[in-house]
C-alpha cells in the first residue's frame, strides 16, 4: 500500500524551476492521489518553457521512484492560464516589504539598509531587493560595487544567486549586473524584464522579510513590482516638509488603488530634526515639523519612527561608514524602526488576507 504522505514528502524533494523553493509550497502539485499501486496527482506547468515541463516531470517521476520503485506514477499535467497566476511565485519569502516616497532624495535607500540592518540584528533572515533600476544604491552602501551574483542551474535553467553582505544580509542590485552608467538606458518592458527576473529567476533563500527599494514616484517599476510579488506592505519615507508629503499621497494612493490593494504599513519620518554634536538635546527642526503625523493622517495609517539628519548618515550613503551600533539595538533610531515595523506587519498579516497579485487584463 502507497502512502500519501511519503509521496507528499518525495515530492518536497523537487525543486520548483520558477523560484527554486520546492512544487509543493510553490503549489504546482494538486489532487495527489494514491490507490493500490497508482500514484496520480496534477502538475501545474502553465508558466514553464516546453523543455522544462518535461524535466519537471521527469524529477517527479524520479522522486516517486526513489520511494516507491514499483509504483505507477500518473501525472497530468496542466495548462490552464488562470492556474499560473495562482502559483505562489516565491513562497519561501514571508513578508515582502516595498520602501516608497513621492519625492526623490528622502531617504528611501538609506531607510531600506539600515531597517534591513536592524531586522538582521534581531535575529531575522532579510534580504533587499534593490528595484532602483534606474540608480541603485545599495552595492555602494554596502561597499560591494563591482561583485558579480553567481549563476546556478536548477533544472538546465540559470538562476542568480543573490550575494550576501558582512551582516549576512541577501542582497540584489542591477549594479551588480550592468555598469552604473547603463543602467539608466533601461526603459519600460525591459525594466519589468529586470523586475520580474529578480524574483523569478533569482535564488532567494529561506527569508522572513524582503526589503524592496524603490525609485520615487509611481511609475513602470512600482507597477511591475505589485504584478509579480504579493507585495505585503509598504512603508511610506517623508522629509517633515509639505511638498514631500503631497507627492508622499500620491505614491500612497497607488498602492491603495482598488485593484492593487497593498496594505500600508506606516509612515517614516526621515530628516527629522538636527542636534549639533556639542549640544545633543537641542533639535533643530530644518524641514519644519510635524509633516510625518500629517501623512500618517491623510493615509489612516501611522508614524513607525522619526530618524535625525546626521552626517554619519549621509556619509554612509557614499561609502561604508559605520554608524553607530546603538541605532539598531532596541531603543535606537532603527531599532525602535524595526520593532514598530514588525508589530504593524504582523497585525496586518492577522487581520489581512496575503495581497494578492496585480492581474493585467490584456
Ligand atoms: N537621516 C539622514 N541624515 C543625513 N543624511 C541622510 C539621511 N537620510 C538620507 N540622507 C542622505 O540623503 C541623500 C538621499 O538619501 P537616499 O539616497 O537614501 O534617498 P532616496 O529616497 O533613496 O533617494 P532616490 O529617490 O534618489 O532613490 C543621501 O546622500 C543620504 O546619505
Ligand atoms: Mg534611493
Redesign the pocket.
Known amino acids: 500500500m502507497l502512502d500519501n504522505n511519503k509521496v507528499l514528502s518525495a515530492l518536497y524533494e523537487v525543486p520548483d524551476p520558477k523560484s527554486g523553493s520546492n512544487i509543493i509550497d510553490t503549489d504546482r502539485v494538486r489532487n495527489l492521489r494514491v490507490k493500490d499501486n497508482t500514484v496520480y496527482f496534477e502538475l501545474i506547468v502553465s508558466n514553464l518553457d516546453t523543455g522544462v515541463r518535461a524535466e519537471l516531470n521527469f524529477a517527479c517521476q524520479n522522486a516517486v521512484k526513489t520511494i516507491y520503485p514499483d509504483a505507477d506514477v500518473h501525472i497530468h499535467m496542466t495548462v490552464d492560464k488562470t492556474e499560473a497566476t495562482t502559483l505562489r511565485p516565491i513562497p519561501h519569502i514571508k513578508n515582502i516589504v516595498a520602501v516608497a516616497?513621492g519625492?526623490?532624495?528622502?531617504?528611501?535607500?538609506?531607510?531600506?539598509a539600515n531597517l534591513a540592518r536592524a531586522f538582521k540584528s534581531m535575529g531575522l533572515r532579510v534580504g533587499i531587493l534593490d528595484a532602483?533600476l534606474y540608480?541603485p544604491?545599495m552595492p555602494i552602501m554596502f561597499g560591494m560595487e563591482g561583485q558579480r551574483p553567481e549563476i546556478q542551474k536548477v533544472m538546465g535553467k540559470p538562476k542568480i544567486v543573490p550575494l550576501e553582505t558582512d551582516e549576512g544580509i541577501h542582497l540584489m542590485s542591477i549594479g551588480f549586473v550592468v555598469e552604473p552608467d547603463q543602467a539608466v538606458v533601461l526603459r519600460g518592458p525591459r525594466l519589468s524584464g529586470v523586475i520580474k527576473q529578480f524574483v523569478n529567476e533569482t535564488l532567494w533563500p529561506e527569508l522572513d522579510i524582503l526589503v524592496v527599494?524603490l525609485?520615487?514616484g509611481t511609475g513602470d517599476i512600482q507597477l511591475t513590482l505589485v504584478q509579480t510579488v504579493p507585495v505585503t506592505g509598504a512603508l511610506l519615507?517623508t522629509t517633515p516638509q509639505q511638498v514631500a508629503i503631497a507627492d508622499a499621497l500620491k505614491a500612497a494612493n497607488m498602492f491603495r488603488l482598488k485593484n492593487i490593494n497593498v496594505p500600508m504599513l506606516g509612515v517614516i519620518e526621515?530628516?527629522s530634526w538636527f542636534s549639533p554634536a556639542e549640544t545633543p538635546d537641542r533639535r533643530y527642526y530644518i524641514f519644519g515639523q510635524g509633516g510625518g503625523q500629517k501623512l500618517a493622517e491623510s493615509v489612516e495609517t501611522e508614524v513607525l519612527g522619526q530618524?535625525?539628519?546626521?552626517?554619519e548618515?549621509?556619509?554612509?550613503?557614499?561609502q561604508v561608514v559605520k554608524i553607530d551600533a546603538n541605532w539598531y539595538t532596541e531603543d535606537g533610531y532603527f531599532g525602535v524602526l524595526a520593532k514598530n515595523t514588525l508589530k504593524t506587519l504582523e497585525r496586518r498579516n492577522q487581520e489581512l488576507r496575503p495581497t494578492q497579485i496585480v492581474q493585467v487584463n490584456n
Open positions: 516616497s519625492k526623490g532624495g528622502v531617504g528611501k535607500s538609506t531607510i531600506t532602483d540608480g544604491s527599494d525609485p520615487p519615507v526621515n530628516m530618524v535625525p539628519l546626521v552626517i548618515i549621509r556619509e554612509s550613503g557614499d
